[in-house]
């Protein structure tokens, strides 16, 4: 049982950046507790003009969105996890994206061999898949920083379809 860590891949440049995500989706209610709150958001989000804008299955950052294809895999795979939908339009073209607001249930399961940095921050993350539940989807709980964890048989459904922007790293176990 291997797990790894998701990511948004930055060598897309171009990927799509959703304005104003930050100042509705506060990190605190990026856990499952909060479903009924975020179910009514309103989450409708201008994207930053650029020259080009490249619809990347997975964005990461400032809150984890993946794309409608994306979404329709992994609610297979890992059907207690939270979607919550939101569009993002770009107004100079005249385009609107479909996006789905991940959130994975949060588990403990870093393992005594972690290591944090002396202000709390994780370095290295070591799972200890005994504590993991056999999740395929989860977000890490115990740490600081929003870490998303997919199962190997996840991981590999998604690579052997044509998704962009995603990159996993191996955890350490």
Same mark, same amino acid.
């Given at each position: 049982?291997?797990?790894?860590?998701?990511? /948004?891949? =930055?060598?897309?440049? +171009?990927?799509? $950046?959703?304005?104003?995500?930050?100042?509705?989706? $506060?990190?605190?209610?990026?856990?499952?507790?909060?479903?009924?709150?975020?179910? @009514?958001? +309103?989450?409708? #989000?201008?994207? @930053?003009?650029?020259? /080009? *804008?490249?619809?990347?299955? %997975? *964005?990461?950052?400032?809150?984890?969105?993946?794309?409608? &294809?994306? $979404?329709?895999?992994?609610?297979? #795979?890992?059907?207690?996890?939270? #979607?919550?939908?939101?569009? #993002?339009?770009?107004?100079? &073209?005249? =385009?609107?994206?479909? %996006?789905?607001?991940?959130?994975?249930?949060? *588990?403990?399961?870093?393992?005594?061999?972690?290591?944090?940095?002396?202000?709390?921050?994780?370095? &290295?993350?070591?799972?200890?898949?005994? =504590?993991?539940?056999? $999740?395929?989807?989860? /977000?890490?709980?115990?740490?600081?920083?929003?870490?998303?964890?997919? =199962?190997? @048989?996840?991981?590999?459904?998604?690579?052997?379809?044509?998704? +962009?922007?995603?990159?996993?790293?191996?955890?350490?176990?």
């Amino acid at each position: 049982m291997s797990y790894f860590i998701l990511s /948004q891949d =930055h060598r897309f440049v +171009n990927a799509v $950046k959703p304005l104003g995500v930050s100042e509705v989706v $506060k990190p605190e209610l990026l856990s499952t507790d909060h479903a009924q709150e975020l179910a @009514a958001t +309103n989450l409708h #989000f201008t994207v @930053a003009e650029a020259g /080009q *804008i490249d619809y990347v299955d %997975y *964005i990461e950052q400032p809150a984890p969105f993946v794309s409608d &294809r994306l $979404k329709r895999i992994v609610e297979k #795979f890992a059907p207690d996890t939270l #979607f919550v939908p939101g569009a #993002f339009t770009d107004l100079t &073209r005249r =385009h609107q994206e479909v %996006y789905w607001l991940i959130v994975p249930l949060r *588990i403990d399961c870093l393992s005594v061999k972690s290591d944090f940095a002396p202000d709390g921050s994780l370095q &290295r993350l070591v799972v200890d898949r005994a =504590h993991t539940g056999g $999740k395929m989807l989860l /977000q890490v709980g115990g740490v600081r920083e929003r870490i998303l964890l997919m =199962h190997l @048989a996840l991981a590999e459904a998604l690579l052997r379809r044509d998704y +962009n922007g995603i990159r996993l790293i191996r955890a350490d176990s």
